[in-house]
């Protein structure tokens, strides 16, 4: 099985880089502005980051357990003054709510964020596991890593590599590719599944006999599309629509949220074809460079685990993701001194309408 090597930019992925060696050189390069960042605030990182994480889990289960009991009542008309659609719909966003937070949640929790805070030993990212999820927090945690090693990097990246989606115009064009991007949308978490297993078992990182993510894939869909639906007797067709509605709705929210952050005319060719280690001031400049910001305001700064300051998490994955909207205008201010292309929008919906146009343009052969 293959290792991520001390040195080499896999196994810098790995960690935050305020957790690397001080860095050598001079003290106003771009590596040691960044790193002198990080490290303050990782110092600032505690108990209302922990909170935070404890207020959300909860928020999320609770949310699950409503549209379970919502799906049913609906269903077998219980109250007759909540009509079976609208007890339908409020179920769906329920579980929408669950399936999308939890998401979140778990992408944090994978890098690390949590790693070493009192009251968060649950969280840590070789233990956790979840139903939210159709694939192994494994399998994210791993691919996810090679990602941040590679970012938008052809063939390097495992999110360069779903078929569904045509990334590169150097990709080969398919028929499905018409619709770039919207055929994956619908089924991303499921896909992905499969397609992170089978780049971890063809790099290397995972044996090929491995099963075990074919197992989880089977939970998931006995736990979400099974075993609710049969409780629900001779309506199981109501809450399986559900059920499948919500799915649909997180899969779209969050790959929203995923190429909003990382899919764009200038983040997905600038450093497309240029594999290879990366060291200090060309390392950060590489990570800045392949990811983009977006503003987001109200709650769904808090729902959004971070992804809307992306460039941030990039360069301190193991930042929780209060901390990342700390450091953003430091980051900012450092990226302006030192020359480097700092990508922000001025909304969510801005940024996506970049990420669409360039998935767009490559939908034609």
Known sequence: MRRFAPGTATSRS?????????????????????HRVGRAAQSRAGASDVALLLRLKASTQIAEAVARLVFVVGAWQ???????????????????????????LNHSILHGAYVGLPGAERFTPSRYETMAVPFQCRTWRDAHRIHHANPSVLGADPDTVHPLFRMHETQR?????????????LFAFETWAFDYDAFLKRTGYREKGDRREL???????????????????????????????????????????????????????????????KRNDAWYRFQIETSK??????????LCGGLDRHIEHHLFPRLPPAR????????????????????????????????????????VE
């Open 14 to 34: 790995t960690a935050n880089v305020v957790d690397v060696a001080p860095l050598r050189g001079n003290a106003l390069s771009l590596a040691a502005d960044i």
């Open 78 to 104: 219980l109250l007759p003054w909540l009509p079976a659609p609208v007890a339908w719909c409020m179920g769906v966003l329920s579980l929408a709510y669950y399936l999308s937070v939890e998401a979140q």
């Open 173 to 185: 064009w398919r028929p499905w590719h018409a619709v770039n991007g919207l055929i994956g949308t």
């Open 215 to 277: 197992r989880k894939f089977f939970l998931y869909c006995l736990y979400q599309y099974v075993v609710f639906p049969a409780l629900a007797g001779a309506q199981w067709k109501y809450v399986l629509c559900g059920a499948l509605a919500a799915t649909v709705m997180r899969n779209f929210i969050f790959t929203g949220l995923q190429t909003a952050s990382s899919v764009g005319h200038q983040v997905s060719t600038r450093h497309a074809e240029s594999a290879g280690t």
């Open 293 to 302: 910001n977006f503003v987001l305001r109200g709650v769904a700064v808090v």
């Open 324 to 363: 990342l909207r700390e450091v953003s205008a430091q980051v900012r201010d450092v990226c302006e001194r030192h020359g480097v292309r700092y990508e922000e929008h001025r909304s969510f919906a801005r940024s996506v309408r970049d990420s669409v146009s360039y998935l767009w343009a490559l939908s």
